[in-house]
């Protein structure tokens, strides 16, 4: 096996990784994918690498930008301040560690939850923000998630080029 094929195997799979940590946060994202369209193309040395990961970096960063500024906005419309996401993922690490995967969704919400109970001192709109925002970041998870796996349809086109060209 030579170095082309085992470095686009590594690449491969952290590009997964990548694309699985988008949506569990635990796991490294969008910047695994971009470290490793960026490795490949040194790897590979040729102009195919390099349009690979020039197209790639876009499509992450397009999806890094516009996952922060829809969660932002629907934060900003609904006057949700930052703490109450900080509280949500302070939670949601302890969540995780107590039950493992499903422990940081939950610890999620009910930090978000209690944080919006504590500013609120009502408990319908503190369930009614919440949601917000739990929709909201959902929403940017799901616009990340999607240029995430462009970049990674991108590096797999690439890999089809370069090996059938080589």
């Known amino acids: 096996m030579d170095a082309q094929v085992a470095w686009t195997i590594i690449c491969g ?3 997964l990784v990548g694309v699985a940590g988008v949506i569990v946060p635990v796991l490294p994202g969008s910047l695994l994918i971009g ?13 195919v690498g390099w349009i690979v990961f020039g197209v ?20 900003r419309r609904r006057n949700i301040p930052g703490r109450s996401v900080v509280a949500g993922l302070v ?17 999620f919400a009910v930090g978000l939850f209690l944080s919006e109970l504590q500013r609120q001192r ?6 009614s923000s919440s949601m917000a925002a ?3 970041t959902g ?4 616009a990340e998630f999607g240029c995430a796996s462009l970049a990674a349809g991108t590096w797999a086109a690439g890999v089809l080029v370069y090996f059938l060209n080589r």
């Open 122 to 127: 009502s408990f319908a709109p503190a369930v």
């Open 35 to 47: 470290a490793s369209l960026l490795g490949w193309a040194l790897a590979v040395g040729r102009p």
């Open 134 to 136: 739990l929709k909201a």
């Open 91 to 107: 939670l949601g690490v302890v969540g995780f560690l107590v039950v493992p995967v499903v422990g940081l969704l939950l610890g």
């Open 139 to 142: 929403l940017g998870m799901l």
């Open 56 to 75: 790639g970096a876009v499509l992450v960063a397009a999806g890094m930008l516009s996952g922060a500024m829809l969660t932002g906005r629907a934060m």
């Open 13 to 15: 799979l952290a590009i």
